[in-house]
């Protein structure tokens, strides 16, 4: 069978799909697109040899032929672009998150029923040994039904807020809310036994002066305390805490089954402890079971960030597109049921801490009440339905610190090799845009 020809948007974070395809024998990049002319320069000397052509803008790009497009840009402007590559008749893999609005989510949905193309959320953390493995258990009734499970991304960008915003005012990260970027977090609970959430929680770290340093305008952290529809309760934490962490756990009805703890030095994302019983009842027969965990595709997903799971994400959706009907890639409804609990949690800040419920995007007759929803942080497309990036308030920030993060960064590129080369390779290892 013939490769699938794939074209990039986002020449920094795209670099982890475009190695993919040089390195794959199912798929070959033909495009890729930047309005960046440092991030296509990048990726001229990354794929010499190889038969690609480069775009400045996407209107040209997306008439390229290709097949599928990776979506690559900024995480807040997923949901456009998919909407018109699907309308173009390319599928879409497109990088967290999937849409900013809610009716960016109706939209969404209904054009990839409309269109019958494929699309995959690109959630890599759900394809790290451990919790591909939880997964794989949880199918297999190892731990029985679920009842609790935590789950934890902790990562403190203070100190490469400059290499990941440049300085930007209006980048998206300075302007996020807390719970915004929660799937790194909760996707793998909910990918490892198809709960779909109902109902949700919300709190927000207020302690900010860090965040306030380089410009962001959200609370610290954020937390989603879950219902899933079997009346499981997921606690979901993510944002910059002082020390990171990645960090799974499950609790079901026969056991519990987790990773390593990134300071325990036991192999972190690449281990598993399992501690289950037989049966339910049979308290104490079980034992307790750690390794570590494989995919089988080892050699190839080598040098792949996040433990692997950028190449195997990939790698199901292109075997989706070459109709692999075992492929195991993330569909819209998943993606919004990772999603849509760290929008609503927000709502619940803002609202006092009440609950809220969850909607369910797969009922069509849901989706009316939310076809013109806008509300987001983002001035550009809330409208009249804008939302404060804290529940202090939007701040103030002063131009200053923007300049200074503009230095910093300016600086950082002036030291590697080839001006910008280098920090593109570094940017496209980061877990996001």
Known sequence: MKKIKIGVLGGYRGTSMINYCKRADNAEVVAICDKAPEALEAQRQNAQGLDITYYDNF???????????????YANEHAPFAIRAMKEGKHVFSEVLPVQTMKEAVELIETIEQTGMVY??????????????????????????LEYAECEYIHNCEPIWHSITYGERDHWRNNLYSTFYCTHSLGPIIHSTGLRPVSVTGFEGT???????????????????????????????HGGLYRNSIWYT??????????????????????????????????????????EPKHGMEDRAEGFGHG???????????????????????????????????MFAYRSI???????????????????KWRNDTACTDPKVAGDQLLPTCSLGTPDIPEATYERMKEKWDAECQKEEGNYRAMAFKQGSKASK
């Not at 499950?250 to 519990?256: D, E, V």
Request: with cysteine.
């Open 120 to 145: 995959a959320y690109g959630e890599n953390y759900c394809y790290m040994p451990a919790t591909y493995e939880m997964k794989k258990l949880y199918e297999q009734n190892k731990i029985g039904e």
């Open 250 to 291: 499950a609790y079901g009805s026969k056991g519990r089954m987790e990773c390593a703890r990134e300071d325990a030095n036991a192999g972190h994302v690449s281990r598993i402890y399992v501690n289950a019983d037989p049966g339910e009842g049979h308290y104490g027969h079980g034992t307790l079971e750690t390794y």
């Open 207 to 237: 302690k900010v002066q860090r965040d306030r340093n380089g410009g962001a305008k959200s609370g610290a952290f954020g937390i989603e305390m879950v219902t899933l529809e079997n009346g499981a309760i997921v606690k979901s934490i």
């Open 350 to 368: 803002l609202d006092g801490g009440i609950p809220k419920a969850i909607p369910n995007l797969r009922d069509k007759a849901e989706r009316e």
């Open 59 to 73: 209107e040209d790009f997306i008439h390229h032929d290709m097949d599928a497009v990776v979506l690559a840009n």
């Open 308 to 342: 692997g799971s950028d190449f195997y994400s990939m790698y199901h959706f292109v075997e989706r597109l070459r109709g692999n009907e075992s492929a195991d890639t993330i569909d819209i409804y998943e993606a919004l049921d990772m999603f849509l609990p760290g």
